[in-house]
């Protein structure tokens, strides 16, 4: 019914840049907040960003002053654009989006099936 397809991983040595890209498709009426978030080997999955639907956004710690996310509404996409990046940046990149599927009354959160980003030192 909805899905989210992540691209972009590769990869990159430390100091180089990649943007991730995200695209929902299926049966949606809107979709609210969407965000990455990463999960490393043998780590616990965290946020990295989120951005509303009205564009505000917030930053982990970790990654505030080197990546940006924004969105393109029309065509339900979601980018990650990341600079600067550094060995513990290796992770799995998941998209995520709190979307509102045709013919249900509620909002749900749906996750792509990950894209791999390895930072080579």
């Known amino acids: 019914q909805v899905n989210l397809v992540e691209s972009g991983g590769g990869l990159v040595q430390a100091g180089g840049s990649l943007r991730l890209s995200c695209v929902a498709s299926g049966r949606i009426f809107s979709i609210n907040a969407m965000g990455w978030y990463r999960q490393a080997p043998g780590k616990r999955r965290e946020l990295v960003a989120t951005i509303t639907s009205g564009g505000s956004t917030n930053y982990a710690d970790s990654v505030k002053g080197r990546f940006t996310i924004s969105r393109d509404n029309a065509k339900k996409e979601v980018y990650l654009q990341m600079n600067s990046l550094k060995p513990e940046d290796t992770a799995v990149y998941y998209c995520?989006?709190?979307?509102?599927?045709?013919?249900?009354?509620?909002?749900?959160?749906?996750w792509g099936k990950g894209t791999l980003l390895t930072v080579s030192s």
């Open positions: 995520n989006g709190n979307i509102h599927a045709l013919g249900t009354s509620y909002v749900m959160a749906y």
